[in-house]
C-alpha cells in the first residue's frame, strides 16, 4: 500500500495531510509540486488534480484530491487511532469545522499570507512577469481577489473578509471548548482540530494570532495543547525551511497594524449589530 503526497513546502492544505498520516503512522513518499515554477499547471499534474493545487495523494495507483476529503479518506482507509466520532450527529459537527476552514479560512489565509509576503514579492517582479503570473490563474474570481490584495494590499475587501472568517471562526472556538474540550469534539483529537491547525499556524508565524486569540482563554489553551501535539510538530514545525520561517516572522509584523485597526473595527461593528454577545 503505497501512497505518494504531491505537495509543496510551506502550502497550508498540505500540513493537514502531514498531519493526518503521521498520527494514522503510515508511510509516505513525496513529490514536490513547486507552485512559484507554475509545476502545478503541469499537463501530467492537472490530470492527477483538474483543479492545479496541491495537495494530492496517489494510494495505489488512485488520486485523491482536496485535502480535506484526502484526510477523511485516510481515516476510512486507516481506522486506528480513530479521527473522527462514531456518531453520525458528531460527525456532522466535525465537518462544520473542515466546511469553515475550505469556506472561508483556506481562502483568508491567502490573502493575509499574499498581502504580508507574496505582494512584495511580486512588486519586485517586471510588469511583463507579473501580468502572466496574473493571466496563469484560469479561475477569474481567484484572479481578481489575488489583484485586489496586490493592488490594495490590506485595504482589499478580501483582507477583510478573511479577518472577518477568522473572528468567527475562534469566537465558535472559545464557545465550543466551553462545553468541554480540551479538543474540538470532547476528550479526543479529530479532523475538526487537524483542519484547523495549520490556519492558526501560520497566522501565528506571522505573529498575528495572538490579535485573534489573546482575549479567548480557552482558545488559547488549545492552542499551547496543539503546540505540544508530536503531529503537529512532525507535520507542521519539523518540515518548514529556516528561510520560510524567517520569511513569515519578518514579513507579518509589516501588516500587524493594520490588521490590529481593521479586527478593531470589525469588532466594534459586530457589537453594534449584537449588542448582547
Ligand atoms: N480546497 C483545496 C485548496 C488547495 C489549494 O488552494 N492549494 C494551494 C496551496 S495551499 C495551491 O496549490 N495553490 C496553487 C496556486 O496558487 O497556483 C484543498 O484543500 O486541497
Redesign the pocket.
Known amino acids: 500500500m503505497m501512497i505518494t503526497l504531491y505537495q ?1 513546502g510551506n ?4 500540513q ?1 495531510v502531514r498531519v493526518t498520516m503521521l498520527e494514522k503512522r503510515v508511510a509516505w513518499d513525496s513529490v514536490e ?1 513547486n ?1 512559484f515554477r ?1 509545476e ?2 503541469d499537463p501530467a499534474y492537472l490530470k492527477l488534480n483538474p ?5 494530492t495523494i496517489v494510494h495505489d495507483g488512485a488520486a485523491v ?6 484526510c477523511e479518506y485516510l481515516n476510512d482507509v486507516f481506522p486506528e487511532p480513530p479521527l473522527a466520532p462514531a456518531s453520525p450527529l458528531q460527525r456532522a459537527e466535525m465537518r462544520v469545522w473542515s466546511k469553515m ?2 469556506e472561508g479560512l ?1 481562502e483568508g489565509i ?1 490573502e493575509i499570507s499574499f498581502c504580508a509576503m507574496f505582494r512584495d514579492r511580486m512588486r519586485a517582479m517586471t510588469d511583463e512577469l507579473r501580468e502572466k503570473r496574473f493571466e ?2 484560469g479561475d477569474p474570481r ?1 484572479r481578481d481577489r489575488f489583484k485586489s490584495t496586490y493592488e490594495h494590499g490590506t485595504e482589499s475587501p478580501f483582507v477583510l473578509y478573511a479577518i472577518a472568517n477568522y473572528e468567527k471562526a475562534f469566537g465558535l472556538l472559545e464557545k465550543t471548548l466551553s462545553h468541554g474540550g480540551p479538543w474540538i469534539l470532547g476528550e479526543h483529537v479529530s479532523l475538526a482540530d487537524i483542519n484547523l491547525m495549520p490556519y492558526a499556524a501560520r497566522l501565528h508565524y506571522l505573529g498575528l494570532l495572538d490579535l485573534w486569540i489573546a482575549d479567548r482563554p480557552r482558545a488559547q489553551a488549545w492552542w499551547t495543547r496543539v503546540q505540544a501535539w508530536p503531529s503537529f510538530h512532525g507535520g507542521i514545525v519539523a518540515p518548514m525551511s529556516e528561510a520560510e520561517r524567517t520569511e513569515m516572522q519578518v514579513s507579518g509584523p509589516k501588516i500587524r497594524e493594520q490588521m490590529a485597526a481593521l479586527l478593531a473595527a470589525h469588532r466594534s461593528k459586530i457589537a453594534a449589530l449584537h449588542p448582547t454577545h
Open positions: 509543496f502550502s497550508v492544505c498540505c493537514k509540486v507552485l507554475n502545478q499547471y483543479k492545479g493545487v496541491v495537495p484530491i482536496e485535502s480535506t476529503l484526502i476552514v475550505d483556506h491567502s496563469n490563474i481567484r
